[in-house]
């Protein structure tokens, strides 16, 4: 708690970063330590947990700056606590120099404890890569066939799914499989933690995440009819909801919808067990590009336009969404 004779330089200045008023109006109250000192006792009293540097970082905007060093005291325990890097994940984005570790051991990648990571991610590529022979050596995959078609098959192969020839057509859910990989394939550039990063990321989708995904966008028609019921009206008038690219958002993640640096932290959330956050970003896309779709008629070219938004914001859409999604479903509680 603070000191009743606390004497601070330059008060207005420095109080004026939790106090939303100027500095010209607060200088006749700050004048009197009875007015602003309850205040910061306030503020430190709903920070107890935190020490002061971090509150006056998060104060004045510039979140994230303490997040990185608590990720760094999860990730040095010898058993890794996968309950809190969950909590982690849903509550801030992940430093990029973490992501794919935190992913690995999310995913079931790699195991809790620190000393089995390289023995088993040795394993890993001796796995890859017998699979890898087994489909050169019957003809599915050669030299020049593209990374992501490798990754397919490999994963085909390994889920009992592998078609009796090349000839056969690709299912919906080997195009949705595609879509992740070559995003995925953007971001990590090692290619067997990249093929064990989609593998088990589609994995989790089909298993954890199946029951959840069918509901999302009877769900979305609930949130948007919330945010914005006139843009609803619109989509409806047009015949346009039931045509809207779930596929797109929902079944592939928004894999080919969003950029990298916006995708990843989409990703995040939904690895880390909430895939509802798929919602809130298809909410903020129709309220970012609502005058746009309003302009529109029909239900095809909405859905176009949907398909191929412009790529210039999309970090500010990301953004916003979280945000959102925080309105309505609260923020996990963050034990570190």
Same mark, same amino acid.
């Given at each position: 708690?603070?000191?009743?004779?606390?004497?601070?330089?330059?008060?207005?200045?420095? $109080?004026?970063?939790?106090?939303?008023?100027?500095?010209?109006?607060?200088?006749?109250?700050?004048?009197?330590?009875?007015?602003?000192?309850?205040?910061?006792?306030?503020?430190?009293?709903?920070?107890?947990?935190?020490?002061?540097? #971090?509150?006056?970082?998060?104060?004045?905007?510039?979140?994230?700056?303490?997040?990185?060093?608590?990720?760094?005291?999860?990730?040095?325990?010898?058993?890794?606590?996968?309950?809190?890097?969950?909590?982690?994940?849903?509550?801030?984005?992940?430093?990029?120099?973490?992501?794919?570790?935190?992913?690995?051991?999310?995913?079931?990648?790699?195991?809790?404890?620190?000393? #089995?990571?390289?023995?088993?991610?040795?394993?890993?590529?001796?796995?890859? /890569?017998?699979?890898?022979?087994?489909?050169?050596?019957?003809?599915?995959?050669?030299?020049?066939?593209?990374?992501?078609?490798?990754?397919?098959?490999?994963?085909?192969?390994?889920?009992?799914?592998?078609?009796?020839?090349?000839?056969?057509?690709? &299912?919906? &859910?080997?195009?949705?499989?595609?879509?992740?990989?070559?995003?995925?394939?953007?971001?990590?550039?090692?290619?067997?933690?990249?093929? /064990? +990063?989609?593998?088990?990321?589609?994995?989790? $989708?089909?298993?954890?995440?199946?029951?959840?995904?069918?509901? +999302?966008?009877?769900?979305?028609?609930?949130?948007?009819?919330?945010?914005?019921?006139?843009? +609803?009206?619109? $989509?409806?008038?047009?015949?346009?909801?039931?045509?809207?690219?779930?596929?797109?958002?929902?079944?592939?993640?928004?894999?080919?919808?969003?950029?990298?640096?916006?995708?990843?932290?989409?990703?995040?959330?939904?690895?880390?067990?909430?895939?509802?956050?798929?919602?809130?970003?298809?909410?903020?896309?129709? $309220?970012?590009?609502?005058?746009?779709?309003?302009? +529109?008629?029909?239900?095809?070219?909405?859905?176009?336009?949907? &398909?191929?938004?412009?790529?210039?914001?999309?970090?500010?859409?990301? #953004?916003?969404?979280?945000?959102? /999604?925080?309105?309505?479903?609260?923020?996990?509680?963050?034990?570190?």
């Amino acid at each position: 708690m603070f000191n009743s004779n606390l004497q601070l330089k330059n008060k207005p200045t420095y $109080l004026a970063l939790f106090f939303p008023v100027t500095p010209v109006l607060l200088r006749p109250a700050l004048a009197c330590p009875c007015f602003w000192l309850p205040c910061l006792e306030s503020i430190m009293a709903d920070d107890s947990q935190r020490n002061f540097r #971090s509150v006056y970082y998060e104060k004045v905007g510039f979140r994230g700056v303490e997040e990185k060093k608590s990720l760094e005291i999860l990730l040095k325990d010898d058993r890794l606590d996968i309950e809190k890097l969950c909590t982690f994940s849903q509550r801030f984005p992940l430093p990029s120099m973490y992501r794919i570790l935190v992913w690995k051991v999310l995913l079931g990648i790699i195991p809790p404890h620190h000393e #089995s990571h390289s023995l088993v991610m040795k394993y890993r590529k001796e796995q890859y /890569w017998d699979i890898h022979h087994a489909l050169h050596v019957i003809r599915f995959i050669n030299d020049s066939t593209p990374q992501v078609d490798v990754f397919l098959r490999i994963h085909q192969l390994e889920s009992g799914k592998l078609p009796r020839n090349l000839a056969f057509p690709l &299912e919906p &859910e080997d195009e949705v499989f595609l879509a992740i990989a070559k995003a995925m394939e953007e971001m990590v550039e090692d290619p067997i933690e990249c093929y /064990w +990063l989609v593998s088990c990321f589609v994995n989790q $989708l089909n298993s954890k995440h199946k029951d959840s995904l069918q509901q +999302l966008p009877k769900i979305l028609e609930q949130y948007l009819n919330i945010e914005d019921s006139r843009l +609803l009206m619109h $989509l409806k008038a047009c015949a346009a909801m039931s045509k809207l690219p779930y596929d797109l958002w929902f079944k592939k993640c928004f894999a080919g919808c969003l950029p990298e640096s916006s995708l990843q932290r989409v990703w995040d959330k939904v690895i880390s067990g909430s895939c509802k956050i798929l919602v809130f970003v298809a909410v903020e896309i129709l $309220l970012t590009f609502k005058m746009k779709i309003i302009a +529109l008629n029909t239900a095809e070219k909405i859905t176009q336009f949907l &398909e191929n938004i412009p790529q210039d914001n999309t970090d500010a859409i990301v #953004s916003k969404a979280v945000d959102l /999604w925080r309105t309505h479903c609260g923020t996990p509680a963050h034990s570190v």
